[in-house]
């Protein structure tokens, strides 16, 4: 048996040191912390006892194979009530998700970017932020959004779902930070899109990154979230096979080949 598949049972069976530390902690606990989240389509048991801290201000890749749970998991720590999270705790700067609404964790400063991107039909770009702006707690102001996505504003005035698959990502991503978050998270930003466009989207998380905003990121594209990110967190059959740094994923030939299949 490997190192890796004998750290993946004692992540799937228990973590006494880890939940010690989570729940006593005699060091300050991270920013943000999911502690052993189960969750469930219906019947189905998907989210099987995931764990992992994220530090303020780092992206995180969080990778693995189509179908590992990455999705499920962005989900639950959302709170989006499916999967239901039907056990664990998930804290964001000493806030207490898991006893939140989608709707609360959402005001406590997380933010969630589907896959789909979600763009409103029959609002322009200007519109689609404006509405994120509705209530408080407002974030950037729509100019800084300009500025981190210069073609936005070019298009400002044009209907959202007729942008370009890049500047709907951008859209999306500016639309989050419309809110005032401290967790952004983000579910294959890069899918679909063109090498170039990539290239754009990863420089303004670079950005977003120095402004002092957290990011997990999910990708299928998981060499170009590894240079990017600080740490990486690989999930198999819905739990963390690997948790550690980026720069170990991207040089370990095995990891990459036996999780990653890359
Ligand atoms: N709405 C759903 N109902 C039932 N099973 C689902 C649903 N969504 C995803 N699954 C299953 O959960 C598992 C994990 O899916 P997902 O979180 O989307 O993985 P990933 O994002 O890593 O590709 C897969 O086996 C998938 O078939
Ligand atoms: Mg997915």
Same mark, same amino acid.
Do not use: C
């Given at each position: 048996?490997?190192?890796?598949?004998?750290?993946?049972?004692? !992540?799937?069976?228990?973590?006494?040191?880890?939940?010690?530390?989570?729940?006593? !902690?005699?060091?300050?606990?991270?920013?943000?912390?999911?502690?052993?989240?189960?969750?469930?389509?219906?019947?189905?048991?998907?989210?099987?006892?995931?764990?992992?801290?994220?530090?303020?201000?780092?992206?995180?890749?969080?990778?693995?194979?189509?179908?590992?749970?990455?999705?499920?998991?962005?989900?639950? %720590?959302?709170?989006? #009530?499916?999967?239901?999270?039907?056990? #664990?705790?998930?804290?964001?700067?000493?806030?207490?998700?898991?006893?939140?609404?989608?709707?609360? !964790?959402?005001?406590?400063?997380?933010?969630?970017?589907?896959?789909?991107?979600? %763009?409103?039909?029959?609002?322009?770009?200007?519109?689609? %932020?404006?509405?994120?702006?509705?209530?408080?707690?407002?974030?950037?102001? %729509?100019?800084?959004?300009?500025?981190?996505?210069?073609?936005?504003?070019?298009?400002?005035?044009?209907?959202?779902?007729?942008?370009?698959?890049?500047?709907?990502?951008?859209?999306?991503?500016?639309?989050?930070? !419309?809110?005032?978050?401290?967790?952004?998270?983000?579910?294959?930003?890069?899918?679909?899109?063109?090498?170039?466009?990539?290239?754009?989207?990863? $420089?303004?998380?670079?950005?977003?990154?120095?402004?002092?905003?957290?990011?997990?990121?999910?990708?299928?594209?998981?060499?170009?979230?590894? $240079?990017?990110?600080?740490?990486?967190?690989?999930?198999?059959?819905?739990?963390?096979?690997?948790?550690?740094?980026?720069?170990?994923?991207?040089?370990?030939?095995?990891?990459?080949?036996?999780?990653?299949?890359?």
């Amino acid at each position: 048996m490997s190192q890796l598949e004998l750290d993946r049972g004692v !992540a799937n069976n228990d973590r006494p040191d880890f939940s010690k530390n989570a729940n006593h !902690a005699a060091t300050a606990p991270a920013f943000l912390a999911v502690h052993d989240i189960h969750a469930y389509y219906g019947e189905s048991y998907i989210v099987q006892g995931v764990s992992f801290n994220v530090h303020e201000g780092e992206i995180l890749a969080l990778l693995g194979r189509n179908g590992a749970g990455k999705t499920s998991t962005l989900r639950a %720590i959302a709170q989006i #009530g499916s999967p239901m999270m039907t056990h #664990g705790e998930v804290w964001l700067d000493h806030q207490p998700l898991h006893r939140m609404s989608s709707h609360e !964790a959402s005001r406590a400063g997380l933010s969630l970017v589907p896959e789909d991107r979600r %763009i409103i039909p029959g609002l322009t770009v200007e519109e689609n %932020i404006q509405l994120a702006q509705i209530a408080p707690p407002i974030g950037w102001s %729509i100019e800084r959004i300009y500025e981190l996505f210069p073609r936005l504003g070019e298009r400002r005035k044009q209907e959202g779902v007729t942008l370009s698959g890049g500047e709907q990502q951008m859209l999306s991503i500016g639309r989050a930070l !419309a809110r005032d978050i401290k967790v952004l998270l983000l579910d294959e930003p890069y899918e679909g899109l063109a090498p170039v466009i990539v290239d754009e989207i990863e $420089k303004t998380l670079n950005i977003i990154k120095q402004q002092g905003i957290t990011t997990i990121l999910v990708e299928q594209n998981a060499v170009r979230a590894l $240079k990017l990110a600080d740490r990486a967190v690989i999930l198999e059959s819905g739990g963390v096979v690997y948790d550690g740094t980026a720069k170990e994923v991207l040089e370990n030939e095995q990891l990459r080949h036996d999780y990653l299949a890359i």
